[in-house]
């Protein structure tokens, strides 16, 4: 089995050991990450290894507090080079983000986040309010869609309505704004919303 | 079965139904108040509620940026009364708590929220290092015990040592001090540390 010099290179960084005992560790097994952090270590060869996902993405991490500390929100908006991260026109946007998922509560970024349970949960409770209907079932589907839409909207980050400027329409707009303005992708990675009591 | 005002009281405040609904709705499933909130979304007398864990307690969110946006902590502290909450020392605690998460990095609060299953791995790892080692079963145990203690003070917050004053000892220790400071019991909730490329 061949292993490249990038494997090696991440199985260095991870566990901070030697480079022929990383590839020595690869070869072992097969190549698998996994195992070959076990191997080093089991060998005494590796510390703890964080389990640190490897992203590449640049971009802050910002915060707001509200009502002098009762909500707290954390948000990391990822774009592409360090540069723009430090611009005021992003750090601000970061800002924004923050204090928009302060007021309005979501509890995912995006719709494909919202666990399966959850979504078919909320399908059967919108089925049983047009229980009684007299409507026919595409009818009844066309409307558990729409509501459906309606409850994402409410739970999204991306599907919100933007707090800020109801001109600009959904969160997702507003990051669509931002693209245009710092001329990178950018993307709201996760948040965190604690509140005191809530 | 007979149904308290407080029953009615929490499933009103988790719904924004009316008083009778909810009582009914109470009834009508036995008190149980999972069941008695989708009874309403069902009758369509409730809004999609909030998951919202009910904690009473009072306390404050603080959070802590790092190296302009490259690492950001939030983290929810609690104590009894709102009036020890917006003090200058709770708030000054909470915030060394969040420059504390930030530098060493925990992974969790707590021993107890360790995964079970990570424990496990750890020890394997830890057993399999003294592998070729001579020494009595009953000693290797006590090694893997320390050693362990010493993988708990890398990833629980309570086990690290406090950052800002080594004297302190755990942070476990400086919850102490703080509770003994503001005559309220505290508790170091939950937190979130967000690092960019990490």
Redesign the interface.
């Given at each position: 089995m061949s292993i490249s010099a990038t494997q090696v290179k991440e199985l260095r960084d991870a566990t901070g050991a030697g480079m022929m005992d990383c590839k020595r560790a690869l070869v072992e097994k097969d190549g698998n990450f996994d195992e070959a952090v076990?191997y080093l270590?089991?060998k005494?060869m590796a510390k703890?290894a964080?389990?640190?996902?490897k992203?590449?993405?640049?971009?802050?991490?910002?915060?707001?507090?509200h009502m002098?500390?009762?909500?707290?929100?954390?948000?990391?908006v990822?774009c592409e080079t360090d540069f723009v991260?430090?611009t005021e026109t992003f750090?601000d946007f970061?800002k924004q983000v923050a204090m928009h998922i302060a007021a309005a509560?979501p509890?995912y970024v995006t719709i494909e986040e919202v666990p399966e349970a959850r979504v078919s949960e909320?399908k059967e409770?919108l089925f049983?309010?047009l229980a009684d209907s007299n409507k026919p079932e595409n009818i009844k589907e066309k409307i558990v869609e729409g509501r459906l839409a309606k409850?994402y909207s409410?739970?999204c980050l991306l599907e919100q309505e933007w707090i800020h400027d109801a001109e600009v329409g959904k969160v997702s707009d507003a990051v669509t704004a931002a693209i245009a303005k710092v001329g990178e992708n950018i993307i709201i990675n996760?948040f965190?919303r604690?509140?005191?009591?809530?």
């Open positions: 076990k270590r089991e005494g703890a964080k389990r640190a996902g992203t590449a993405a640049e971009g802050a991490v910002a915060s707001y507090i002098g500390g009762k909500i707290g929100v954390l948000v990391e990822n991260a430090r750090q970061c509560a509890e909320e409770v049983s309010q409850f409410e739970i996760r965190a604690f509140q005191i009591g809530g």
